[in-house]
């Protein structure tokens, strides 16, 4: 057990998170008896993480000491930074702050989880300054792929704390959202006490271009096409389908909205009014039937080549109500996230296949990143000025290479952090240091369990994958420790159907064989695992794979 | 059953391939009675093919026509054009034709297969040509990411061929092979009747970089790095070797070879005369253990993150004779095939956090491809002149670019065919046109089992990867239904150790509830599916997982 033990003038700064995206999950500041927390995401899980839904954080430490957190503050709505809210909420119904469409998308969680009516989420504008113990923090807003993207300037005893967020310095946003470079900029020339910045697009030389863009290149496809348009996007990017609305609405088209996030996050947006789409423009199922193509525009879900997605339907044929017909447009207005490379690239190809022009990324620019690369983050550093630097949000290697960035520009290298998950780094008046480091796990959620899917579980999953299993069952009379009858053989994912009565056969021959003598004095144990040896060694003999084999020996 | 008829004076071109990658792996060209193969390649399974370890070509349509096959032409020692050729050849055992490197390289595996006396492999120079019934193959080089590359003049009565294989041009290559435009400008004079060209990357603007920018970048590291470097590539991109032995003779240092098909390609390349490998700049582990770290660089395997390779091993510290030390330098000269992104970042993350310097190709131009991009695409076009075009090496996307691109240069839309595997396009002096569709399935090899795992097997293995498995075994009186004993219950990857009791106790009961009752009159099928309903149902009420659910119930 870890004692939080911020002493006496400290700072504590302590990343969450796990799977190499450093800080992304959740970042806990520490002064005397209380901790403020700054978002609480979640991460998705990798291949090897087989069967998994998703990872949250470990919240053991803050088990430890319970009355250490004060309250969460929530910078943007996407997954990595609002995922894991309702988890940590469960455990710690703390007061939430953040901006109006982050609570709006932090409530469809909440309700998700019968958490709605407990927890107490406040709306915060830029600007306003929210106290908790010694902390003051004020919202400044960023301009990042989702509207309503803040950061937060956490004033400390010790000096202000710029806690980025995700962020790119976009001079031409589409939905009107800039980086606050004049609030940063004050900060800076008051003394900044930290630095805490996404380090996302680190290894990327340059500035992001601007979304303006992108605005541009999507009325021209839409204007363009010969026929129907089918726009997909991530469904947090509301900024991107009121390009294609008002893409739409100048070129005299109409809108069919399909998926479920992507129909949930535009109704949402609409109500909260971040999104303008008036209603003549949008139609139904029914209308778009009708509709004529060259005056259909179609936005949808499935950028990532999500299995159930509708993009992926479309590809695959298997889409209720859209099949890919001539003079198609498809334009995929996002780039893989690192993992969906596979999938992305298997739905361009079945779309091409079905017959339909695809645009994408790499053949127009129809999509730009939602973070800073390494000129921006340049300018952040050069104006905010802080004595300490902790690169955030990120890859170990990005976190490195922001590190580098911060001394490029004339950080002493013992100022800059390269934190891992749980440790704690310790600021005061005289310097910052790495003090301790504490548990900061991550806990895989399958289903309902949370945390009980551990590692054994995981390489048994990869095991049954891999080469599938057979299980030999058998009955033995307890009073000569004869076989009662012939063992009863089934496998699955181990072999196909040709081979499966020979080799089956051949396992109960091995049974028989080792039980179907005289009388036994039988060392079950001893039995059971001789039989799964010879089992095994039997089957990879035959077939050299390794199914996982389980004999099972019925004393009857 | 297909019968191969190519009429009289007919050419047919049929791509075997699978997976999107059409006609990388195999292509048979027609005439009269004969054919010959170009290629014979296997392709990787994705996340989706569990367990399978290769991906080979369905031949039922030679087993169908056994006389068809004539011989084997093989363009360069790539797996993807060669790693199928084993299967290929114990089934026909034609001869086959190559040049010196591509032998060597496919003598391993034929050695593997016990097939080195059977098969006959003939070298064949550039400039030289092999007569097949009415075909004559006359190779010529190209340039491409490993020596001894060829595409093929295959003459025809109806006219020549061009089949490029991979293919990029580079007018500074390093190991000195260009390709062959002004072969390639005199079979366009003449009049070429088919161009089959690499579409690997169609949607690429501009021109791939020579490998000389590639040397320069990788002298510069190694001449510079303040310690060890360690330089990963393709085992097979034996100039990539070359460049890194090159840069460590001139700056006086010695070179470690580790990884099992590095140090197999280095020896093999070194006997064939490919690489010059003077023996006092290499060493053997012992030498490199009391090397100076700053005259020292080692070259590996794993530059795509293979779990096991040199690389990686070194990146997650369990390599045996390489642990990270201050002042390394890792250099990864090779871009991730796509699928790989993950693994290969998981690799530089770790090493980072080892305490190295890690160069990859996002932040230095450590590697260049293998292929033509669009402006090289339109000088072959351009030069060769052809009546008609298929693309073939690339996914579908790609062919589909590659298609739009000859039509842009001028060539009418119905002469251009993108083909899917097993499609026929016959040409006669007459003109081109899809007449048949073959069956060119794509055949799973996991361990001994060549084509015995089916789409049933592997969705079995992806729902015991996803969820684990549950089984449940009971012992029934034969005399009057009651159940012997308690059920054995036993699981694996589904749940962990905590809940485990819990679990297993109800689902024991739903047995004793259906089994323990009063005698039944049992129909052993419906009370099995039953039993499995109601488990499974259990199960998913109380986890929301699905395992896989074996109710097993003996009568004894």
Chains 1, 2 share one sequence.
Not at 160 to 178: A, L
Not at 191 to 213: F, K, W
């Amino acid at each position: 057990m870890t004692q939080a033990s911020s002493p006496e003038g400290a700072l504590r700064v302590i990343p969450f998170g796990g799977l190499g995206d450093i800080g992304r999950n959740m970042m806990l500041y520490e002064y005397g008896d209380d901790a403020i927390a700054v978002d609480a995401g979640l991460m998705f899980p990798d291949d090897e993480h087989l069967g998994v839904d998703i990872i949250i954080q470990d919240y053991s430490y803050l088990r430890e000491n319970p009355d250490l957190l004060k309250a969460l503050f929530i910078t943007h709505g996407h997954e990595d930074h609002i995922g894991a809210a309702a988890f940590l909420l469960r455990e710690f119904p703390v007061p939430v702050f953040c901006t109006r469409l982050t609570r709006g998308l932090l409530q469809v969680k909440l309700k998700d989880h019968k958490l709605l009516d407990e927890i107490d989420v406040q709306v915060v504008e830029p600007g306003q300054t929210i106290h908790v113990g010694d902390f003051g923090v004020e919202f400044f807003s960023v301009s990042h792929s989702i509207p309503d993207s803040a950061g937060m300037i956490i004033k400390t005893p010790l000096g202000p704390v710029v806690h980025t967020g995700d962020f790119k310095i976009d001079h031409t946003p589409v939905m009107g959202q800039h980086t606050d470079l004049t609030r940063l900029a004050e900060v800076g020339r008051e003394g900044a006490l930290l630095l805490c910045a996404d380090s996302t697009y680190a290894e990327v030389e340059g500035s992001t271009p601007s979304e303006q863009i992108v605005a541009e290149r999507l009325e021209h496809a839409i204007a363009n096409a010969p026929g129907r348009v089918i726009v997909t996007t991530f469904a947090s990017l509301i900024s991107r389908v009121q390009m294609v609305l008002d893409a739409a609405v100048k070129h005299d088209k109409r809108v069919f909205v399909t998926g479920r996030s992507m129909v949930n996050n535009v109704q949402m947006a609409r109500d909260l009014g971040y999104l303008e789409a008036p209603d003549q423009v949008l139609m139904s199922v029914r209308e778009m039937r009708e509709h004529p193509a060259h005056k259909t525009v179609i936005v949808c879900t499935g950028s990532q080549g999500e299995p159930n997605a509708a993009l992926t339907r479309i590809a695959n044929g298997s889409h209720q109500h859209i099949t890919i017909q001539e003079d198609d447009t498809v334009v995929l207005s996002s780039n893989p996230v690192p993992g969906n490379e596979k999938s992305v690239s298997k739905n361009i190809n079945g779309l091409f296949e079905a017959g339909a022009n695809v645009i994408y990324n790499r053949i127009d620019n129809v999509h730009v990143r939602g973070h800073a690369a390494r000129e921006e983050l340049k300018i952040v550093h050069r104006i905010v000025q802080p004595r300490h630097f902790v690169p955030m949000h990120g890859e170990y290697r990005h976190l490195v290479m922001h590190a580098h960035l911060a001394m490029q520009l004339g950080m002493p290298a013992d100022d800059a952090f390269v934190l891992e998950d749980g440790d704690v780094l310790e600021i005061t008046a005289d310097g910052a240091d790495i003090v301790d480091e504490i548990s900061a796990d991550y806990i895989y959620v399958d289903g309902l369990g949370v945390g009980d899917i551990d590692h054994v579980v995981l390489r048994d999953r990869a095991h049954l994958a891999s080469d599938g299993m057979l299980v030999i069952v058998a009955a033995v009379d307890r009073h000569d420790g004869k076989l009662t009858g012939p063992p009863e053989v089934m496998s699955h994912g181990f072999i196909g159907p040709d081979d499966e009565a020979e080799i089956y056969d051949g396992a109960r021959r091995i049974v028989v064989d080792m039980l179907g003598g005289e009388a036994q004095s039988v060392n079950w144990r001893e039995l059971h695992d001789n039989l799964k040896d010879d089992l095994a060694r039997f089957l990879y003999e035959r077939t050299h794979r390794r199914p996982l084999v389980l004999p099972v020996m019925l004393e009857v």
